[in-house]
């Protein structure tokens, strides 16, 4: 101890200095100035105590060390020609990224690498790695096909990556918020890890070292997902229902084909509901591009460069291409066979007619036969393919275009069809460019050439960004389906009619079937369509019970939401564990008001809260009284528009609903075809509207001259092979839709549509599956291209006294139509 506090080698001067009354009081001698402020200083940035002189404790405490900050190497800047930098950068976007540079781009990044890459740009491989990083970040954003130069996206790209550039190198990983340099597996720590990076460098565990989200620049964290390997641990992000939005006609996003750049370009433009006339322009033009663009993706329209002239007369015609016609070009061209691609409409002398983007032209179907035979429907509004020959007038009735003086107008003479078709449909991952989309294997996708995989059409994610993420964590919750747990099925009921007191106890009957379920085994969804009246109540002159002004129909509206309340409330377990849909249709307000429950403009608003306040309080009631409050989610209901989109696991599965009794518009409509056989006499007559089972199967199937033998069904039933009625009226109802690609083909005075609201009425991409409420239409499950349409018709079934009938649909399978007593 005498060692430790003997100060032999202090100042005589300096102890001195100090009082003798402090010094009379200390029992130990004073230590010397400097340990006590030398203790001090060590105490403020080490925290180990220091220790006397004879452990060697160093009079200056070694500091932890710090790796130097990098020195910015100086670049002399270059003039760098587009042209020596189109080489790299098409093998880097092109051929690597599946994008296209234009010209503008192209010097922009020239410009960037030519001043911050130097003369080392290509010995060093420094341009190489900033378009990889360039093409990465445009690919985060969704930025699209066509790289702009003009874009603010690749303007922001360059911005970010400036700022992380020296001497030439990438130097440091952006944190993926901006879409910078995002990497899975980088090691490449921030500002704010300096001591955990000390930490490494001195042989010491670090505290922490956290894996960046790579993830986050492809929205990933918007939806809730982690990482690849990260397993969801929470019981919420377990249930399928999580993963389940419903998304309005009217939230959806609104894209328009631009021809010139071969992609979709979303609309920016706020929508309105009395648009400007050259809307309506605008939404034909678009639709014609859509599906002009489908046809020359198909393989019967594409032209080989390699003419191989080793082929036969014969086996050549089968491997020859179709090329499609305009319109305009048919002038002087008497006698010639042609294919025509157009929209078919009524002139105003009442005539039939063909019309695309360059013309119109009168159309004889007279002698026309449908390919293949009977297979689809063919109105006026639907963009049809028509083989045949092209036939002037005399010279007396006049050249060229009549009725107008450019092109667009209608062209004298007429066309002779003899084929007509639908313009073939197109795949799901035909279109995305994505491939493994139909089964549920475990394989990644692969890039099939082309596509729109990079664009939000639901404003869900992507295909090509979430889209595989999504369905591993799909195949995670299904192998615990396999179980027993059946979470990912929607129950679909059709068409409800309140005003109909067997409709509510039809709907009883079918919720307990499922109310009985285990806990996790109850559906996630169920889906009831309107109209919820047998007739427009809100209409100037009443309905059902009323019989006066709409005000009274208005309160019977109310009342009739409120008797479903009623019903739902002896369901508390569906109501907190599944979502319900209700879509409406023509008979519900406010429309009705004014249409009197005849066609209105689509896409139309879901029911108002106004009728439906009681409904919305029943759920909340269930929620609270079950505790699901706050974070925890229960049951909701959901008021949404027709048509309006279902979205499962982001953009894996994307279910459509549509209420409209479309197959009777069909019949209506229908233009008149010849017969299968050439040597009837007369042409079949298709659009008489109320054709029934009894004279349908003489429509169907084509070729007994006699009345008689069109009459007895026997002949059909003897048959094993033949197809049912009900089978071959939904092949044709489904094959109609989906090779339109459109909601709606039909002229806007017999189905008017919104203008601006065009883009939800459209079936592409081909969704995964689509709820087709049709009345008028038999209920069945097909499956056509990979899309699985669905028609469970009414609740209540016709013909059948206390019966009920629904369709249970799990995602990824096909449907059953199920019924049951009450």
């Known amino acids: 101890m005498m060692i430790v506090s003997s100060p032999s080698k202090s100042p005589k001067k300096k102890q001195n200095q100090e009082n003798s009354p402090e010094k009379r009081k200390r029992p130990r001698p004073p230590p010397a100035p400097f340990f006590g402020a030398r203790k001090n200083i060590a105490a403020a940035e080490n925290p180990i105590p220091s220790s006397s002189p004879a452990f060697a404790t160093p009079a200056h405490p070694l500091r932890p060390f710090q790796p130097p900050a990098p020195a910015k190497a100086a670049i002399l800047p270059i003039i760098l020609p587009p042209p020596t930098l189109r080489p790299l950068a098409f093998r880097t976007f092109t051929k690597k990224h599946n994008l296209t540079l234009t010209s503008s781009a192209l010097q922009e990044l020239a410009s960037f690498i030519g001043r911050h890459c130097g003369s080392g740009w290509r010995e060093e491989g420094l341009a190489?790695?900033?378009?990889?990083?360039?093409?990465?970040?445009?690919?985060n954003r969704n930025g699209g096909v066509i790289v702009d130069g003009a874009s603010p996206e690749l303007k922001d790209i360059l911005k970010n990556l400036e700022g992380n550039m020296s001497g030439g190198r990438i130097i440091t990983g952006g944190n993926g918020q901006r879409g910078g340099l995002s990497r899975q597996n980088s090691l490449m720590l921030e500002a704010t890890d300096e001591a955990d990076h000390s930490k490494t460098r001195l042989g010491l565990r670090p505290t922490s070292l956290a894996r960046e989200d790579s993830q986050a620049s492809f929205g990933m964290s918007g939806i809730g997902l982690g990482g690849d390997d990260d397993e969801p641990d929470d019981e919420g992000i377990m249930d399928a229902r999580r993963w389940l939005k419903v998304v309005s006609a009217?939230?959806?996003?609104?894209?328009?084909?631009?021809?010139?750049?071969?992609?979709?370009?979303?609309?920016?433009?706020?929508p309105s509901l009395l648009p400007a006339p050259s809307h309506k322009t605008d939404s034909f033009r678009n639709r014609y591009h859509i599906i002009h663009q489908r046809l020359l993706r198909n393989e019967s329209f594409q032209t080989s460069a390699v003419t191989s002239f080793s082929r036969s007369s014969s086996n050549s015609n089968s491997f020859r291409s179709h090329k499609i016609t305009p319109i305009a070009n048919l002038l002087g061209r008497h006698g010639t066979t042609h294919l025509l691609l157009g929209m078919l409409i009524i002139l105003p002398t009442g005539s039939l007619a063909i019309s695309d983007l360059t013309g119109a032209i009168t159309l004889d179907l007279s002698h026309a036969a449908a390919i293949p035979h009977d297979s689809a429907w063919f109105t006026p509004g639907m963009i049809v393919l028509v083989d045949g020959i092209y036939e002037e007038e005399e010279e007396s009735v006049g050249k060229g275009l009549s009725g107008s003086s450019g092109v667009g107008g209608t062209i004298g003479g007429r066309f002779q069809g003899f084929f007509i078709g639908q313009p073939p449909c197109e795949k799901r991952r035909a279109t995305l460019g994505v491939t493994g989309l139909d089964g549920m294997a475990g394989d990644k996708e692969h890039t099939i050439g082309g596509g729109f995989g990079w664009i939000d059409f639901l404003g869900v994610g992507s295909e090509r960004a979430i889209g595989g993420k999504m369905r591993r964590l799909e195949q995670r919750l299904l192998r615990q389906q396999q179980t027993g747990q059946q979470r990912s099925r929607m129950v679909i009921l059709g068409e409800l009619n309140l005003d109909q007191p067997?409709?509510?106890q039809a709907l009883k009957k079918v919720l307990s079937l499922y109310a009985t379920d285990g806990e996790g085994e109850t559906p996630m969804s169920f889906i009831i369509t309107g109209n919820f009246t047998s007739c427009g109540v809100m209409a100037s002159h009443g309905g059902g019970a009323t019989t006066g002004t709409g005000g009274a129909g208005s309160i019977e509206y109310k009342e009739y939401f409120d008797a479903l309340a009623s019903t739902l409330a002896d369901f508390p377990s569906l109501l907190t564990t599944a979502t319900f849909v209700f879509v409406p249709g023509d008979n519900d307000g406010w429309v009705s008001a004014f249409g009197g429950g005849a066609a209105v403009p689509l896409p139309r608003k879901g029911v108002p809260s106004l009728f439906t306040s009681r409904v919305r309080r029943t759920f909340a009631a269930a929620n609270q009284e079950a505790g699901l409050t706050g974070e925890k989610k229960g049951g909701e209901a959901v008021w949404t528009s027709n048509p309006s989109r279902l979205s499962l696991f982001g953009p894996s599965h994307e279910v459509v609903i549509f209420r409209d009794d479309i197959s009777a518009r069909l019949r209506r409509a229908n233009v008149r075809l010849k017969g299968k056989e050439a040597e009837e006499d007369g042409d079949v007559e298709m659009s008489e509207g109320p054709r029934t089972q009894d004279n349908g199967d003489a429509m169907e199937i084509d070729g007994e001259p006699e009345q008689q033998q069109q009459q007895q069904p026997p002949p059909l039933a003897a048959d094993p092979n033949a197809v049912p009625y009900d089978v071959l009226a939904a092949r044709k109802l489904v094959k109609t839709i989906l090779d339109q690609g459109y909601l709606a083909p039909f002229r806007q005075s017999i189905r008017p549509v919104h203008w601006d609201y065009s883009?939800?009425?459209?079936?592409?991409?081909?969704?995964?599956?689509?709820?087709?409420?049709?009345?008028t239409a038999p209920p069945f499950c097909v499956t056509y291209e990979g899309c699985h349409v669905m028609n469970p018709s009414s609740i209540l079934v016709s013909g059948k006294k206390g019966v009920a009938r629904w369709i249970e649909y799990e995602a990824g399978r096909a449907g059953k139509v199920r019924e049951c007593t009450f």
């Open 759 to 775: 883009s939800p009425m459209y079936l592409y991409p081909l969704p995964t599956a689509v709820v087709l409420v049709d009345t």
């Open 128 to 139: 190489e790695k900033v378009l990889e990083e360039v093409a990465r970040g445009w690919k």
């Open 502 to 504: 067997r409709s509510l």
């Open 250 to 270: 009217f939230d959806q996003p609104r894209f328009t084909y631009n021809v010139a750049k071969k992609h979709f370009e979303r609309i920016t433009t706020p």
